[in-house]
């Protein structure tokens, strides 16, 4: 049986704890934690990942069997496309899921 209680995973003391707020607070609450992972996701964007720019261009096209995308953003240009692949047995609606990647 697998332990699924937070106390039971291990502490690693280089990273922060993130239900430790900046003013050395605990978040005790649902509403609480959704403010503080907005506060991560902001120091994130920030110190690692950098912002992200709005794009100045975003089109796109779909048909029966695939999705496609442009993007622009400050001079730079990046096309996505995803298959769609229905089943061949089964009444729609079907579930989905989907991976995209970059174009060449």
């Not at 403010?35 to 992200?52: L, M």
């Not at 069997?65 to 692949?85: L, M, P, W």
Request: proline letters at 9%; hydrophobic letters at 35%; aromatic letters at 6%.
């Amino acid at each position: 049986m697998v332990n699924t209680e937070a106390s039971a995973l291990p502490k690693i003391s280089r990273l922060p704890d993130p239900f430790t707020r900046l003013d050395g607070t605990s978040v005790s609450t649902r509403a609480e934690w959704h403010c503080q992972r907005q506060e991560i996701r902001k120091q994130a964007e920030k110190y690692i990942y950098g912002e992200k720019p709005t794009p100045d261009v975003v089109t796109g096209t779909v048909t029966e069997n695939k999705v496609s995308v442009h993007v622009e953003a400050q001079g730079k240009k990046i096309d996505f496309s995803a298959d769609i692949v229905l089943p061949s047995k089964g009444e729609a609606p079907f579930p989905g899921a989907g991976m995209m990647a970059p174009t060449a």
